[in-house]
């Protein structure tokens, strides 16, 4: 029956996965054109990869709304492949590569089979970002000159972007009409690329902006074909080259260069790249996705790997899950991976029906296409972001960027692991803290009172953030968790980023995640990823941040209208009365929320001296009572950690209430006052509400649950008890 | 370990000889039993004197302290010691890592821990007065020493007064067989997880069975982690007072490259541990 309706629901959303599959075609085709070219590959083979992509990764993927085909992270690496594999000649180059193109595909395919998905983790998110920049220079820096009309700059990155400007004036002076009206193209389209978000007009946005500049370019073809004396002015060789025959004759790749070197280097930069990009996409896309469902990473690895195989051996590029196209499918609906084989089998009926149309268009069009994807993975937008998570990020992020764009994305990327560890290093001053602590299993996991509590214990960064992922993985996200870095010394920006991608994943699914123990930490910035630092003693105020748990705190305040400081105090007056601080020092207080008489509070205190001292960090809650009432702790039967103070006194069993005193250890000095005050009443609240220790002496109620930090469903919790314990009492 | 009757202790005239032995008497008398001290190298009457004075300022002593003096390698004479004299438990201090509060087993005491044919105990913090010992969690994973060692667990306990136990068992991520990766093996994981902690639980309640458990609370709790190392970290969230294990089944100089179990343990200690042979 369950399959029935399955595949009902397959088809009743057939409708919608085919329009959302059109609409995606239509970005794909120019891309698949544009991002060909920019790879010094013939156009046509972008638009393999996107159908052998569309085919093979429906059928066999893992995840729902993604769509496949060529990415722009490959464009850089595809292009030094073939112009050095080719050694001058681009079309030898290009055989050779497919080449690599098909061993890539395998490696990808090995990776998916080895769980491999998870490699990614091991990049800190900052290399990566720089990594991306530099790519997006590097599109940008070659495709703004064809996109002015110029076929021939050739030269490193930087003597492209520094001739520029050069261009610019070249294409402005120019007397060859063929350049001039190439370039007028070229920047028409990239106005279309830049302004299209900002018209609102229903009409207009139908079309997405690529293929605005496709119909744009064609139609003024055909003006001047019909309606102009003039002929068309642009020279055959700045218009896309189509071969007659699409689906007759594949190129063949060459594998005779597979032992040398660059062949290898090549395999494995396209590798790196197109996992990278598939993973960072593929992740984005699970957000994006309506139905909340989770992807199987793995399979979707397998699945790409196998379809750039295939590509490669037809004459397409390499096959990567998508960003851009995948939120345009999110957009128009597409729910499940039918959209993704109605992309590929549109892109077939554009090919087969209009090839003669799509001759028509110029390279100067498609290169604004990519002069744009280049700007905005390098746009200074990132930068600033970068910047604002902490100074450090952005050293790391541009000795990314320069290292790639200097030498290649290898030596990059490498670099910018290195200086993120170094970086580390020298913020906290120690090495031994990851040397000793690098392969030690830190992550600890275990379910309490229906919650995954998940403690990290010594440091946790971009190093060994896969043992906490695989953890964090394996928590349903509708349920509870809470996370405690308490004892974690260091926390990096990439794991900050990806803890907040959780919380996220959590709240959208309807379940919570806490992060907890990390108020307080020396942090590089205020924003909300920056790294986090323990230092020992009170910080000074400037350094702090507030963490996400201290702006939930200032969230129950103003829900409870209790008053809520996240800043440090040196003590609390009262609290040293209580025989719970007796034998234990107060180092500091914060995140106080109180109301008139009620107080809760962080405390860190130590137990112990000297070599015996411990640190402990806790939340509990004080009650300020208007009468006295006897000396006594109450706590659960069995449990005798806190009343050692109290230490020769029995414990008080109250008359009629056998239950009560069965489960409760009630002692104290006075025990007729005791007993006169623990009335019907009261002992019924105990009895029917969670168990906390609760201390009183004479003047006020110490209340605590866990000798931990508690989640703000637990302060919640907390704040109620007390609220109606003191009610109760007064 | 069905009972203990005689408690070793090094003597060292460290600056920590005093907790050391304060500890070490209180602990004798606990447990009923006798405390035999070895002291490796030179018998001098300075070195005499100063420990008849500490035993003085002690608390009495139920049986009277048998002093042996050795020279020659700590580790042999310790051992050897532990053998002739039919030691049931040894106890050995353990050295804090500067300025940070973490502790771990120097290299002498670690060789001594691997090779001893009796329990042992480490301590991270002896101290002068008596810090009381509330809450102990003991390994409950899949092992034939397993059976021991909990029954051991309660037996301390019981000269400690300490009131309550936490048995932990300690499920590999192996065990669960069905890797996560989507929803559908996530869920499949779960109920796997529940089978596997079900299966856990009961076979630990049968081992509780034989034990009188009366005034204890006991506790039974699963985590998933790494054997060996994720007891201690639990161990130290929950900020247990003593941490009860299996003796290792056999170390060869490969498991202290790739450390597992209780070579974890010995590097940072999360708390007091007992090591039960």
């Known amino acids: 029956m369950k399959k029935k309706s399955a595949i009902n629901t397959f088809i009743g959303e057939l409708p919608k996965n085919i329009f959302s599959g059109f609409v995606v075609s239509l970005v794909a085709l120019p891309l698949g054109l544009g991002l060909a070219l920019a790879s010094g590959a013939p156009p046509i083979s972008g638009i393999i990869a996107a159908i052998v992509g569309g085919l093979v990764c429906s059928i066999l993927g893992g995840s729902n709304v993604t769509i496949t085909g060529p990415g722009n992270g490959l464009v850089v690496v595809i292009l030094s492949a073939i112009t050095i594999l080719g050694e001058g000649d681009m079309y030898e180059g290009y055989l050779f590569t497919l080449a690599a193109i098909v061993f890539s595909g395998i490696l990808m395919f090995i990776l998916g089979i080895l769980r491999l998905g998870s490699l990614s983790n091991f990049f800190p998110s900052s290399a990566i970002q720089g990594m991306l920049a530099a790519i997006g220079i590097g599109i940008l820096a070659k495709q703004i000159h064809v996109m002015f009309g110029n076929l021939g700059a050739k030269g490193s990155i930087l003597e492209l972007l520094y001739f520029i400007p050069e261009d610019f004036m070249i294409f402005i002076q120019t007397n060859d009409q063929s350049v001039f009206y190439a370039g007028s193209v070229g920047v028409v389209s990239l106005l279309i690329m830049i302004f299209y978000s900002k018209i609102r007009n229903k009409y207009f946005q139908l079309v997405p902006a690529p293929m605005w500049i496709v119909l744009v370019s064609i139609g003024m073809y055909y003006y001047f074909e019909m309606f102009s004396i003039n002929n068309y002015p642009i020279s055959d060789e700045l218009m896309i080259n189509l071969p007659d025959k699409i689906f007759g004759e594949f190129p063949q790749p060459n594998f005779s260069k597979i032992i040398d070197y660059e062949f290898i280097s090549a395999v494995i930069a396209i590798t790196l790249i197109a996992s990278i990009e598939s993973l960072l996409s593929i992740k984005a896309v699970d957000k994006l996705d309506p139905e909340k469902r989770r992807s199987n990473i793995n399979k979707d690895i397998r699945s790409l790997g196998i379809a750039t195989v295939i590509s490669g051996f037809l004459g397409g590029l390499n096959v990567v899950t998508v960003i851009a196209r995948s939120s345009v499918n999110v957009n128009n609906r597409g729910s499940n991976r039918s959209a993704n084989f109605f992309h590929a089998l549109f892109l077939v009926a554009f090919i087969v029906l209009f090839s003669n149309e799509l001759k028509h268009i110029p390279l100067s069009a498609l290169a604004a296409i990519l002069v744009y994807t280049g700007y905005k993975l390098a746009s200074p937008e990132n930068i600033k972001k970068t910047f604002q998570i902490g100074s450090e990020q952005l050293i790391i992020f541009l000795v990314t960027l320069f290292v790639t764009i200097l030498t290649n994305l290898i030596s990059g990327i490498l670099v910018g692991i290195l200086t993120t560890f170094i970086i580390h290093i020298i913020i906290n001053k120690n090495i031994l803290l990851f040397v000793r602590n690098l392969l030690k299993p830190n992550v600890l996991m275990f379910e309490e009172d229906d919650k995954y509590f998940i403690s990290v214990d010594n440091f946790s960064s971009f190093l060994n953030y896969s043992k906490l992922k695989s953890k964090l993985d394996q928590i349903p996200e509708t349920e509870d968790a809470i996370i405690d870095f308490s004892m974690c010394d260091f926390i990096d920006h990439t794991v900050m980023e990806n803890i907040n991608s959780y919380s996220e994943s959590f709240k959208r699914k309807g379940g919570h995640f806490e992060v907890i123990g990390l108020d307080g930490y020396k942090s590089g910035s205020k924003h909300p990823f920056a790294l986090r630092k323990f230092v020992i003693g009170k910080p000074k105020d400037k350094n702090l941040t507030i963490t996400k748990r201290q702006k939930s705190l200032q969230n129950i305040g103003d829900e409870l209208r209790w008053d809520y400081k996240a800043e440090y105090k040196d003590r609390i007056e009262e609290l040293t009365d209580f025989g719970y601080f007796r034998t234990r020092q107060i180092n500091k207080i914060s995140n106080t929320l109180s109301s008139k008489q009620c107080t809760l509070f962080d405390i860190e205190f130590s137990e112990g001296e000297l070599i015996a001292k411990q640190n402990v960090k806790a939340t509990m809650m004080y009650i300020e009572l208007k009468k006295l009432i006897p000396q006594f702790t109450l706590d659960r039967e069995g449990i005798f950690e806190y009343i050692i103070h109290f230490a020769g006194f029995k414990d008080i069993d109250i008359d009629h209430h056998p239950d009560f005193s069965k489960r409760f250890y009630l002692s104290g000095k006075d025990e007729n006052k005791i007993r006169e005050f623990f009335t019907d009443e009261i002992i019924l609240f105990f009895e029917s509400n969670k168990y906390y220790h609760i201390e009183s002496n004479e003047k006020g109620l110490l209340i605590l649950g866990n000798e931990r930090l508690a989640g703000v469903k637990e302060i919640k919790a907390l704040a109620d008890f007390g609220q109606r314990l003191k009610q109760i009492i007064s | ?277």
């Open chain 2, 1 to 277: 370990m069905q009972s203990i009757k005689k408690i070793l202790i090094g003597i060292a005239f460290s600056p920590n000889l005093k907790p050391n032995i304060f500890e070490a008497i209180r602990m004798a008398n606990m447990f009923g039993a006798q405390l035999v001290g070895v002291h490796v190298g030179e018998k001098t009457n300075k070195k005499q004197n100063q420990l008849a004075d500490l035993i003085l300022e002690a608390p009495k002593l139920k049986y009277p302290i048998k002093t042996v003096w050795q020279k020659g390698k700590p580790v042999d004479v310790i051992l050897n010691t532990a053998v002739n004299e039919k030691i049931d438990l040894l106890v050995l201090g353990a050295l804090q890592q500067e300025n940070l509060y973490k502790y771990y087993v120097g290299s002498v005491a670690r060789e001594i821990t691997r090779k001893a044919s009796c329990s042992v105990l480490l301590l991270i913090k002896p101290s002068v007065k008596r810090v009381k010992c509330n809450h102990i969690v003991v390994n409950g994973l899949k092992d034939k020493r397993t059976t021991e060692t909990i029954e051991a667990s309660f037996l301390v306990s019981k000269a400690l007064e300490c009131k309550r136990i936490t048995i932990v068992e300690e499920i590999s991520q192996k065990e669960i067989e069905v890797k996560v990766s989507d929803d559908y093996s996530l869920r499949k994981a779960n109920i796997n997880k529940e089978k596997l902690k079900r299966r856990e639980d009961s076979r630990v309640n049968k081992i509780l069975g034989n034990i009188n458990t009366e005034g204890i609370s006991v506790k039974i709790q699963s985590i998933f982690g790494k054997r060996g190392y994720s007891i201690g970290h639990y161990a130290k969230v929950k900020r247990a007072d003593l941490l009860v294990m299996n003796a290792p089944s056999k170390t060869s100089i490969l498991d202290r490259i790739f450390p597992h179990d209780i070579e974890y343990i010995l590097t940072e200690l999360p708390t007091d541990v007992l090591i039960v042979k």
